[in-house]
């Protein structure tokens, strides 16, 4: 059998015509059931066939006793029946035709000899009929463009471009929600479970060279062939950003990863230094996965690692700039020229320097009551100016936190201050506003820092128009460096 | 003058019998107004005096046109004027009878060499007259016992144990609101300002000495005095935990730090080593901060660094281990005699070793439905072994990430999935309650991990029962190597 590109050969696995999928019933608390009802609720464009020996509706759809009966080809078929009934359900596909298959079911290399067994009857059947498949023991896949979610938790992401293999179903599907929640979209995932035929190499082969795909995101424990992996990542971040959680880092970690997955994590080259070289951006934990892929889906990637700093309050600026320094960005002193200038905008009394400190007197509290345009002011001459490449401005939620605040207090109390917050809200929807101005106007990354550990009602609006809050200054430094790292990277790579 | 001592010399500040204050006017907006606004509302139990020469009344209570018409004995002031006219007010106060002060008022020292000279003449005045005072420069002050709250921003803390000096007030009293969120009460705080007078190092001499302080926090840029803070910690966390974030760490952050508060960050002892030394529990940033007050204020202290890992999700566990490998805490191996015991309660499955991993299939969407009790059955193993010393087990949050997945989702569909989230609700809460009685019955921290960054309803219940539910592994780890380590250092103080 010649080997046919890997676009071609996983086609019927993300844009199948029709899915059949055996193993629902009408107990809904069911892996089948509920991952028919992912199927349902993501409005699959395709047929939709479920295939339960007792007949009967499920969930409102017609279900097909065997496959014989399926009312035209189908593409795909996902598996969430019992171990040992896999292969036979296999088989039953092949026959009708199905091109790919996921196996959600567990019980096979993961439990044992035994189990092992019975994978390995699985993959002889898939090889010999040329049909790829995921799993099994994984949580499911996501195809957006076709709006296919067989998710045995239901955790549908939003649409969008970037695609995410992770080793771990948990760890994927939920990475995904918060993900959803800060706007980021996705366009295919992939739980890979025990990658008993399709690797995580294979699905980063498939991302790489993916036209909907412009983003590539990975949860990794161990690589088969770390080799492979860097020679496919090392040509596809010349493209796009490929961003990889790599757990079994420590001793620790690594006997985990191997009782988990049976991966030797420690074994291949996926060293921080072989990872650099590649283009690889790696986070060690999943908040820098998660900011990671907010900053490179929103944030433009700055021109060097020069960043300003705008606060209306001295301490925030100090740990701006600590983090900053921790992070290996550069916080400039600024020029003569546009310290006279930033005189002209900003009270007497203001840092004359960088951090730009307008102090808590020239914010909200001020003697002219609540403004903030001494921090909108200054964050456009630094942004204006050729002497910095991105800036970190503290955000403004006040009236976020006095909520959070009133949350605990009697009635009478909550009504007196809450018309008080209601005062400070549009003077702080202007602030936002004029950020989103200034982010369109001079295409360099403000990120914002701040304090409040929820997210705050603007943060949004925000995000949707490319500037990102960060709750920690050091995250907001984290994921400025590495963008400052990859856009270096790229014109290394392209000289 | 004989020096008193701290505790005497500060009694007024904290314990006083009735503030006035001066610079309230009827315009809310106004910091004076806003600080008396959270005097009024904080309830304070004593007598509030609102001093405006234009008299009639400001938030209903009765003002005064002079201190000589006041009703009685005041010992505290408050200051909200402009600079220019603070050292005359202080002068009407000492008159007046005033034990100590607190001046928000800013536009001294940090605004130039004018504002140094007004800011000398205030200290002269108080010194001659005896009288302690915070700021200027400041956002205020807080002391629980007697409900008194003045803040200019409003944002008063739940009382408790926890006492505080900040030398940035923003992040101050932000911080506190984000722990008030997580059950943490303070007793007193400070924002100590431009410190002309009383100096961190003075109110952290106070709160060791005070009886009402259980637990010590500190944000610091630059210490005047490095050794008589080692001295005083030193003395003070052998009865009480300090828990210091120590801004300024970097040469991007010592320089901003010293245009902040003018102080020489890097030049006094207050290294890592001299902190270790003196038993401070030293946070990198204001996320550090948070968990470790948290873990301090409501975990006990484990008897050793050994952590037993219990999860869901092969690759959770994973990240649990190497975040206690990065963290310097050990997963140790389980006995042969553990092994065993868990295999009567455990699916076959398991991964028969730390992290206990009894699988997606053993816990949610199981193939008998929803059901936690292996996670629990397991951790209560763990906990009654002498094996380890505590525990980190995933947090269980699903019907959460349902409600925040289908915020997203058309009505219809809300429905539907809404009644099947509603299922999982009673089986989440008999897991948490569960782990309550774990708690109770062993004694031993018990930290749960999430990968959903916003608080679950559940937590609240969870962390007001001395258990905490981190976002992210590294934290959960973070914080039991530092209690660990506290523990540590107390044996080895007290031996």
Redesign the interface.
Known sequence: MTKKDIVTELKPLFYPRAVSIVGASK?????GS?TL?SIV?GQFEGGIYPVNRKGGKILGLKTYTDFKSLPGDTDLLVVCV?ASSVAQVMEDGIDAGIGAAVIIS??FS???KE?KKLEDEVVRIANNAGVRFVGPNC?GICSSPVKLYPL?????P?PGGTSFV???????T??M??A??HGIGFNKFVSSGNEADLTAEDLLEYFAKDEDTELVLS?I?GLRDGRRFFEISKEATKRKPFIMLK???????A???N???GSLAGSYLINSIALKQAGVLKAS???EM?ELLKAFSLLPIPKGKRVG?VT???????????????MGL??PMLSEGLIEEMNKYLP??W???N?V?I???GG??G?D??DFSALTDSLELLLKSDEIDCAICMGVS?SD??D??LS??PEN?KN??GS?TK?IEPIEKKFNDQLIVLKKKYGKPIVLMG?????PKSAMELEENGIILY????LAAFALSKMAWYGDYLKQTTV
């Open positions: 107990s809904l608390l069911k892996i509920m009802m609720v019992p567990s019980g993961e439990v044992g189990g949580m045995m938790n239901m955790m549908m939003r992770s080793q771990s179903g948990t760890l994927g939920v990475n929600l918060v959803s929640n949860f424990e757990a079994g880092a420590t001793e620790e970690g006997r985990a990863a009782s988990h997955t934990n999943g908040t998660l700093i209306p309050g001295g301490g925030a600026g100090v740990l701006a700039a600590d983090a900053c320094g921790k550069e916080v007497s009394f840092s004359h320097g951090p400190d102090t808590a007197s909200i509290g003697s009551g609540a006040f936190m006095m959070s605040m605990n207090f109390l007196m201050l008080f005062a304090i409040h550990e929820s997210i709750s920690e200054p050091d």
